[in-house]
């Protein structure tokens, strides 16, 4: 069941041609490959988005707090036992 076998491709093949024509089928398949290469191109040329007026971009993390502890903490406190 995993993959096609050659009559499957040969019956793809044939419901297509039916289905578009021959001599349509160059024509959707160059018109998919341009729109392929223009994808690219859109893709290759795209800006990085700008904010919208007024808003501010976020910026770096605030610093860390420092290390020492406020005086009022270190003093035992006797509701902690």
């Known amino acids: ?4 076998s050659i009559v499957h491709w040969l019956i793809l093949l044939a419901v297509v041609l ?3 024509g021959a001599g349509r ?3 959707v398949m ?8 223009a994808f690219r191109a859109g893709m290759k040329d795209e ?3 700008k904010p919208a007026p007024g808003v501010i971009p976020p910026t770096a993390p605030p610093p ?6 406020p005086a009022a903490a270190t003093q035992s406190d006797p509701k902690l036992g």
């Open 1 to 4: 069941m995993g993959s096609f």
């Open 18 to 20: 039916l289905f578009f």
């Open 25 to 27: 089928l160059p024509n």
């Open 30 to 37: 160059g018109d998919f490959a341009k729109g392929i290469k």
């Open 47 to 49: 800006e990085p988005v």
């Open 64 to 69: 860390a707090m420092p290390a020492t502890a």
